[in-house]
């Protein structure tokens, strides 16, 4: 028997075990009032086998794992998400990424690129302030990532029979969805979870009444009697025993809570103990840099004292770069986030939304570059029409173009400096201008027909775009008749950025980072791609994954 095998058949005794004893210990729903804390109540110095550095969409899932068979603690600098009203309500998803008070779920950064984006700050972390659409990522990615693929089966069954729901698909996304199929993006896939090429409806995590579930909800999953989580929690850096090691060796963590007090947590003595950092893939290479992890140049000269000189910290940063078509609709249409994709057989993935306040999210971005609020209206008084406009999209896959992460402080609550590089490779452009032109053709569709003025015609709406101030980018008057303009000038985010910890440059395959122990990396900062049409479903299974495979580690006879 292989080692693959071997693996396969220790690990699968050791998680019959598991599972079964799973079955009967005790659970809690949320918000969890016996194991969240606010980090003023932590105690000045705490003892753990496991500490996690952020509470979102990798690391809840790895906590609740963890906490099955060790001592686990959860670090989330934000708030709970439950006693925010706009969080769990997908009517009011904009106004949750417009919440940017300085505490708010929604912390915004523009990249050296101008484009706006935001960071999320809250326990479930982007997936408590995300679209909500749900997709596996492509079993070309599975195996590329060398994961096991029937443990990978296993742990996205363990996130969907907590969080994720079958969309309602009323007439704006039918639309769509016809649409797509009409101008040939085929086949036409149905319901479902996997990553197919065609038209399909995905999974969401909002549920029939539209109350959202993030990662958070999985911590229904952990043993409260084994996992703490303190939230308003920030770590300031990991620490490393030198003396007498081989190499550095991370043994603790330094947070402080909102009034400014330090806490110290400690890993218990024992060789399989760990810090994990799942930050984000900005707040991963933030914090190792922080730590003294990075390239020895840009550490010193932020006077940060060098731990290892890693000079692949912070690079390959990338962001799937998105344009939109925003269409005024002659009749009412339903609120609805992302449910139907169209992956293409070039790479551009086609995704709708239509109706909640959409418009508050244009014009968020136009008080962002410094517009007031008449500045939708006097592009197009159509827009002020809050139930009836809709957004057609396409992101592209990968990408290609990546940039770079530096510090620009050393506080870790502001945001690092971020060079994403959109379109760098024309490849990735080539994608962008197809994903356009099958934009276009679905407006132009049949099936669409009835969601268009007839005194609207596409150029009109391309205008509309390169009019409303999206970005901080500059605007060529070409991009009115050139596609590959377009996508230039008009770019955005759709917040899937990753990078800046990638295995095989910062960590091992395990995630360990490379150089030192006791430290690993679990996060969308290892990724050299996005997963997926939307990388969450499997940042959550990843989390998953990597608890039952570290756990696997710890007891390799399946002892608890």
């Known amino acids: 028997m292989g080692y693959s095998g071997y693996w396969r058949s220790s690990i ?3 998680l019959l075990g598991f599972l079964l004893f799973h079955g009967f210990c005790l659970s809690e729903k949320a918000p969890y009032p016996t194991f969240t804390r606010d980090a003023r109540l932590a105690p000045p110095v705490s003892y753990y086998d496991y500490i996690i550095i952020g509470g979102g969409t990798a690391g809840c899932a790895l906590a609740a794992t963890l906490s099955q068979n060790a001592a686990v603690l959860l670090l989330e600098r934000g708030d709970l998400p439950y006693s925010n009203p706009t969080i769990n309500n997908i009517a009011t998803f904009a106004a949750t990424l417009a919440d940017i008070s300085p505490t708010g779920p929604s912390q915004p950064f523009v990249s050296t690129d101008g484009v706006i984006n935001t960071r999320a700050r809250v326990l479930g972390g982007g997936s408590a302030i995300n679209a909500g659409f749900y997709s596996r990522a492509s079993t070309d990615f599975v195996g ?22 079958r969309p309602p698909m009323l007439e704006w996304q039918t639309a769509v969805r016809d649409g797509l199929v009409e101008v040939g993006v085929l086949p036409y896939n149905g319901f479902t979870y996997e990553h197919l090429y065609g038209t399909k409806v995905g999974g969401t995590i909002f549920d029939q009444d539209g109350r959202r579930h993030s990662a958070a909800d999985l911590l229904e999953y952990a043993d409260p009697t084994r996992v703490s989580v303190f939230f308003n929690a920030l770590v300031h850096q990991i620490f490393f025993e030198t003396k007498g090691q081989p190499r550095p060796r991370a043994h603790g963590v330094e947070f402080r809570d909102q009034e400014g007090n330090i806490h110290s947590a400690y890993l218990n003595m024992g060789p399989m103990n760990e810090v994990i950092l799942t930050a984000g893939a900005l707040g991963s290479p933030q914090m190792l840099m922080l730590s003294g992890i990075g390239p020895k140049a840009h550490l010193m000269a932020h006077g940060i004292e060098v731990l290892m000189d890693q000079p692949m910290v912070g690079q390959g940063m990338a962001d799937n770069p998105m344009n939109v078509l925003v269409i005024p609709s002659p009749r009412p249409v339903e609120g609805s986030l992302i449910q139907v994709v169209g992956i293409t057989r070039f790479d551009s993935y086609i995704e709708t939304a239509s109706g909640l306040q959409l418009t508050a999210i244009l014009q968020m971005l136009a008080n962002q570059t410094g517009h007031d609020n008449t500045v939708l209206s006097e592009i197009n008084p159509l827009l002020n029409h809050k139930s009836q406009i809709g957004v057609i999209l396409e992101k592209i896959i990968g990408p290609i173009s990546t940039g770079y992460l530096e510090l620009e402080t050393r506080d870790p609550n502001d945001n690092p400096t971020v060079t994403f590089n959109y379109f760098k490779d024309p490849q990735d452009l080539q994608r962008c201008v197809e994903g356009m032109r099958t934009i276009i053709q679905v407006i132009e569709s049949r099936a669409f027909s009835t969601f268009r003025y007839r005194t609207l015609p596409v150029q009109a709406l391309i205008d509309i775009m390169l009019a409303l101030p999206l970005n901080l980018r500059p605007r060529h008057v070409s991009a009115a008749f050139s596609l590959e303009q377009f996508c230039i000038d008009t770019v955005m985010t ?38 997926g049409t939307n990388p969450q479903a499997t940042v959550m299974m990843l989390g998953r994954y990597m608890g039952q495979r570290i756990l696997h580690e710890r007891f390799p006879n399946g002892k608890k």
């Open 12 to 14: 699968s005794a050791a």
């Open 144 to 165: 590329r990532a060398g994961w096991e693929p029937w443990l990978v089966e296993e742990s996205y069954e363990w996130v969907e029979r907590k969080v994720v729901f």
């Open 494 to 531: 759709i917040w899937h950025y990753h990078g800046g910890c990638q295995v095989g440059r910062v960590v091992d395959h395990d995630y360990k980072v490379l150089g030192v122990d006791a430290l690993r990396v679990i996060d969308g900062s290892t990724f050299d791609g996005s997963p």
